[in-house]
Nanobody
Framework: QVQLVESGGGLVQAGGSLRLSCQASGRTFSAYRMGWFRQAPGKEREFVAHISWSNGNTYYADSAKGRFTASRDNAKNTMYLQMNSLKPEDTAVYYC?????????????WGQGTQVTVSS
């Protein structure tokens, strides 16, 4: 089982930026795809972005397009989410997840989450 650890959350004013990190355990970590999700209080968890571990191709939810950028550093087994122009509605717990194989029906491994709070 892959272990994922998020970091980088915090309190920021509207319009500010944060960069989240997701560190995967294991010297030979490799996944098919890694994703970012978030869950705001009283709401269901929602997709934010994903990135192909092999070629770095990305895909974003409409709410993230133009403001968030997912990237990865394969050598460090780490995925990032650069979040700019943050809005109060971005306040949520952010989770990273790993989908290990192309045929995986769902993300197999999840991190514990990191809190992002955007004040108005």
């Amino acid at each position: 089982q892959v272990q994922l650890v998020e970091s980088g959350g915090g309190l920021v004013q509207a319009g500010g930026s944060l960069r989240l990190s997701c560190q995967a355990s294991g010297r030979t970590f490799s996944a098919y795809r890694m994703g970012w999700f978030r869950q705001a209080p009283g709401k269901e968890r929602e997709f934010v972005a994903h990135i192909s571990w092999s070629n770095g191709n990305t895909y974003y939810a409409d709410s993230a397009k133009g403001r968030f950028t997912a990237s990865r550093d394969n050598a460090k087994n780490t995925m990032y989410l650069q979040m700019n122009s943050l809005k109060p509605e971005d306040t949520a717990v952010y989770y990273c997840a790993a989908k290990m194989y192309w045929y995986s029906a769902e993300y197999e491994s999840w991190g514990q989450g990191t809190q992002v709070t955007v004040s108005s």
